[in-house]
């Protein structure tokens, strides 16, 4: 069974920075992609994209962090960290920590998600 711990959340002003991390542990061959999402706690919004990295540290960015945010990892701690610098109101969401996990040498992947952690950014 694989478990996502996600750590790091808080209240910050505009312009401030935060990272966030996220531990995966549990039975599991190797993590491929490390992922991370966010979604608004307002009406009609749903989960959205934030960046991602490969096992071998391609990034991916959503164009709203462009230059803001820093996606990162630790392999030989399964961690995955995200630094958000210059942050907006609109960067406030629940934060959601994903991976896709290669089960074994066969190559069989399971992909799931952590419990989210809260960024709130005051203006």
């Known amino acids: 069974q694989v478990q996502f711990v996600e750590y790091g959340g808080g209240l910050v002003q505009a312009g401030g920075s935060l990272t966030v991390s996220c531990l995966v542990s549990g039975r599991m061959y190797r ?6 999402y966010r979604q608004a706690q307002a009406p009609g919004k749903q989960r959205e994209f934030v960046a991602d990295i ?9 164009d709203s962090v462009k230059g ?18 210059n942050l907006k109101p609109e960067d406030t ?6 991976a896709e996990v290669m089960m074994g040498p066969d190559g069989s992947t399971w992909s799931g998600w952590g419990q989210g ?4 950014v005051s203006s």
């Open 31 to 36: 993590i491929n992609t490390m992922s991370w």
């Open 54 to 62: 490969s096992s071998g540290g391609r990034t991916n960015y959503a």
């Open 68 to 85: 803001r945010f820093t996606i990162s990892r630790d392999n030989a701690r399964n961690t995955v960290y995200l630094e958000m610098n």
């Open 93 to 98: 969401a629940v934060y959601y920590c994903g």
């Open 117 to 120: 952690i809260q960024v709130t």
